[in-house]
Protein backbone atom coordinates (compact mmCIF):
# COMPACT_ATOMS: atom_id res chain seq x y z
CA UNK A 1 0.00 0.00 0.00
CA UNK A 2 2.68 3.07 0.66
CA UNK A 3 4.15 1.49 -2.52
CA UNK A 4 1.18 2.95 -4.43
CA UNK A 5 0.17 5.54 -2.36
CA UNK A 6 3.96 7.68 -2.31
CA UNK A 7 3.95 6.40 -6.09
CA UNK A 8 0.78 7.73 -6.97
CA UNK A 9 1.50 11.23 -5.04
CA UNK A 10 5.52 11.68 -6.71
CA UNK A 11 3.21 11.15 -10.13
CA UNK A 12 0.86 14.06 -9.22
CA UNK A 13 3.60 16.01 -8.03
CA UNK A 14 5.76 15.16 -10.59
CA UNK A 15 8.63 13.20 -10.64
CA UNK A 16 11.23 16.21 -11.44
CA UNK A 17 9.75 18.12 -9.13
CA UNK A 18 9.89 15.98 -6.09
CA UNK A 19 13.34 14.72 -6.81
CA UNK A 20 14.37 18.86 -7.22
CA UNK A 21 12.88 19.34 -3.62
CA UNK A 22 14.69 16.06 -2.32
CA UNK A 23 17.95 17.34 -3.74
CA UNK A 24 17.22 20.60 -2.12
CA UNK A 25 16.89 19.22 1.48
CA UNK A 26 19.51 16.70 0.95
CA UNK A 27 22.37 18.29 -1.76
CA UNK A 28 22.86 15.04 -3.10
CA UNK A 29 23.95 16.20 -6.52
CA UNK A 30 25.63 19.72 -7.38
CA UNK A 31 23.40 22.49 -7.07
CA UNK A 32 24.07 23.30 -10.84
CA UNK A 33 24.36 19.98 -12.86
CA UNK A 34 20.35 19.25 -10.98
CA UNK A 35 19.23 23.07 -11.89
CA UNK A 36 20.89 22.73 -15.79
CA UNK A 37 20.13 19.59 -17.05
CA UNK A 38 17.39 18.40 -13.93
CA UNK A 39 17.73 15.63 -12.40
CA UNK A 40 15.90 12.94 -13.70
CA UNK A 41 17.85 13.83 -17.41
CA UNK A 42 21.15 13.66 -15.37
CA UNK A 43 20.68 10.11 -13.51
CA UNK A 44 18.88 8.89 -16.73
CA UNK A 45 15.65 8.41 -14.62
CA UNK A 46 12.28 7.40 -16.93
CA UNK A 47 9.61 9.87 -16.14
CA UNK A 48 6.98 7.18 -16.18
CA UNK A 49 8.87 5.37 -13.23
CA UNK A 50 6.27 7.08 -11.14
CA UNK A 51 3.16 5.54 -12.42
CA UNK A 52 5.31 2.24 -12.60
CA UNK A 53 5.32 1.81 -9.37
CA UNK A 54 2.12 3.03 -8.69
CA UNK A 55 0.47 0.33 -10.47
CA UNK A 56 2.53 -2.16 -8.94
CA UNK A 57 1.94 -1.06 -5.62
CA UNK A 58 -1.48 -0.78 -6.34
CA UNK A 59 -1.65 -4.44 -8.25
CA UNK A 60 0.24 -5.62 -4.93
CA UNK A 61 -1.76 -4.45 -2.60
CA UNK A 62 -4.78 -5.96 -4.58
CA UNK A 63 -3.24 -9.23 -4.77
CA UNK A 64 -2.49 -9.34 -0.79
CA UNK A 65 -6.65 -8.01 -0.38
CA UNK A 66 -7.93 -11.16 -2.26
CA UNK A 67 -5.35 -13.58 -0.58
CA UNK A 68 -6.43 -12.31 2.79
CA UNK A 69 -10.10 -12.94 1.60
CA UNK A 70 -10.11 -16.09 0.39
CA UNK A 71 -8.66 -17.49 3.75
CA UNK A 72 -11.29 -18.90 6.05
CA UNK A 73 -10.72 -18.49 9.43
CA UNK A 74 -11.05 -22.50 11.62
CA UNK A 75 -11.87 -21.96 14.90
CA UNK A 76 -9.81 -23.72 17.38
Do not use: F
Not at 25 to 37: E, F, K, M, V
Amino acid sequence: MPLGVLSALVSAVGLERALTVWNDQLALLPWGLSRILGITVHLGIPAQLPAYTAATGIALAAAGLLLSLGRHRQSA
